[in-house]
């Protein structure tokens, strides 16, 4: 079993930053896939973006990309999920994802962009 926190979302104008956190609570190093998806109100979960071991394979949902960034660090245990140039369409609930023996989810967590 596989527990995954995260951290760091809120309110923030159109325009503005966010930094997601995701930590798991085995090694992060063990972890194949981590991931980030997204629920906005009315709509299903989609996959923004998502990141393997070693960086080998990184992508990124059409909408985000150019202004999302996936990382993940081994030395602090932690996946990130950087947001700049946020728009009111990113609104949603963000979840952290990891596929080890088995899918695994956060508890996700509130973006709300608006002014």
């Known amino acids: 079993q596989v527990q995954l926190v995260e951290s760091g979302g809120g309110l923030v104008q159109p325009g503005g930053s966010l930094r997601l956190s995701c930590t798991p609570s085995?090694?992060?190093?063990?972890?194949?896939?981590m991931a980030w998806y997204r629920r906005a109100p009315g709509k299903e979960r989609e996959l923004v973006a998502s990141?393997?071991?070693?960086?080998?394979?990184?992508y990124y949902v059409d909408s985000v990309r150019g202004r999302f960034i996936i990382s993940r660090d081994n030395a602090e245990n932690m996946m990130y999920l950087q947001m700049n140039d946020l728009k009111p369409e990113d609104t949603a609930v963000y979840y952290c994802?990891?596929?080890?023996?088995?899918?695994?989810w956060g508890q996700g967590i509130q973006v709300t962009v608006s002014s």
């Open positions: 994802n990891a596929i080890y023996d088995t899918g695994y």
């Open positions: 990141i393997t071991r070693g960086d080998i394979a990184v």
């Open positions: 085995i090694r992060l190093y063990d972890i194949y896939t």
